[in-house]
């Protein structure tokens, strides 16, 4: 079993900056792919950004590519996502999961992941 934690969520004004974490506990996340995913208001789960196990690649939707990073960091046993440039349309609830690598799920759905996080509120005032 894997167990997620984020933080790292708030209210912040457009064009502001904010980084996520999350951290894992139960088995070492070098042997899964890492996603970040959000649900804004009245909305689907949709894909925000993924990274390999190593972190030799990345992923990310169209809507954020170019202003959001993300990135890990194995020994601490921790994914992080850096977001620049918010825009109000950013403002969801921010999950972290994780996909074992001997899972064959598609990185970019929801069900291709095994372990969630609780979730990170992420506001974007205008």
């Known amino acids: 079993q894997v167990q997620l934690v984020e933080s790292g969520g708030g209210l912040v004004q457009a064009g502001g900056s904010l980084r996520l974490s999350c951290a894992a506990s139960g088995r070492t996340l070098s042997s899964y792919t890492m996603g970040w995913f959000r649900q804004g208001p009245g909305k689907e789960r949709e894909f925000v950004a993924a990274?390999?196990?190593?972190?030799?690649?990345?992923y990310y939707a169209d809507s954020v590519k170019g202003r959001f990073t993300i990135s890990r960091d194995n020994a601490k046993n921790t994914v992080y996502l850096q977001m620049s440039n918010l825009k109000p349309e950013d403002t969801a609830v921010y999950y972290c999961?994780?996909?074992?690598?001997?899972?064959?799920?598609?990185?970019?759905?929801?069900?291709?992941?095994?372990?969630w996080g609780q979730g990170t509120q992420v506001t974007v005032s205008s």
């Open positions: 999961a994780a996909k074992n690598v001997l899972f064959s799920g598609n990185i970019y759905l929801t069900s291709g992941y095994n372990y």
């Open positions: 990274i390999t196990e190593t972190g030799a690649r990345t």
